[in-house]
């Protein structure tokens, strides 16, 4: 089953504009991350938030996490046309971190 | 390094045939996986293995075999294909210990088989 679930399953914005993403999951969590993925390519990964941090930056990427809402959004300011891909939350489970549990994706559209 | 490889690209098989797709890694990771990504499904684990040696079973195992008797290969065997199983397949490695990395839960995944079951 799947451990996260993203919203929107799609996204459709203007170049310049910032992208959020969420992803809320279901059981307790060792850490969370996010995967981007060019269409018809591997998945590469982004970033990761461990469960007792809040937030995390990395260049134009901010993650927040939220274990008492298990939930996490992924924001990306500044959107370019290359940043059109889809994006996947995926965690890892207390008791179970050599296994990551990925959610269904949000497909970003990054119009020039 | 090349990273993750996955061979073949691309293949199209008859109901009942049978297939083997090798992925290969250059980063000496303990951990190897085989996902399936289907539209609409995100990916879901098979197999996986934590180190040469042996494999464990992933969510959707049924149908796949796997073995890992090198640890920079992991195979992914279909004994008899069914149309169930066209889908893309991606493998992954993590963790080294070698390499000190304070998180080793990162996964390097490779550029994935197309694979169609007719």
């Known amino acids: 089953s799947q451990q996260g679930e993203e919203d929107p399953q799609a996204l459709s914005i203007q170049e310049g504009e910032n992208a959020t993403m969420n992803c809320s999951y279901k059981?307790?969590?060792?850490?969370l991350q996010w995967y981007r993925q060019n269409s018809g390519r591997g998945l590469v990964h982004l970033i990761l938030i461990r469960s007792n941090e809040r937030e995390k930056h990395s260049g134009r990427l901010r993650v927040t996490l939220d274990t008492s809402k298990k939930s996490s959004s992924l924001l990306i300011t500044a959107s370019r046309a290359a940043d059109t891909a889809s994006y996947f939350c995926?965690?890892?489970?207390?008791?179970?971190?050599?296994?990551?549990?990925f959610g269904k994706g949000t497909k970003l559209t990054v119009n020039p | 390094n090349a990273g993750v490889t996955q061979t073949p690209k691309f293949r199209v098989l008859k109901t009942g045939q049978s297939m083997t797709l090798l992925c290969a890694q250059d980063?000496?990771?303990?951990?190897m996986y085989w996902y399936r990504q289907d539209p609409g499904m995100g990916l879901r684990l098979i197999h996986y293995s934590v180190g040469e040696g042996t494999t464990a079973k992933g969510e959707v195992p049924d149908g796949y075999n796997v073995s890992r008797l090198k640890k920079q290969n992991f195979l992914l065997g279909l004994e008899s294909a069914a149309p169930s199983q066209t889908s893309v397949y991606f493998c992954a490695s993590s963790y080294s210990r070698l390499a000190g990395l304070v998180s080793t839960d990162t996964q390097y995944f490779g550029p994935g088989t197309r694979l169609t079951v007719l």
């Open positions: 995926a965690s890892t489970t207390q008791g179970g971190s050599e296994k990551l549990v």
């Open positions: 059981t307790s969590i060792n850490n």
């Open positions: 980063m000496n990771h303990e951990y």
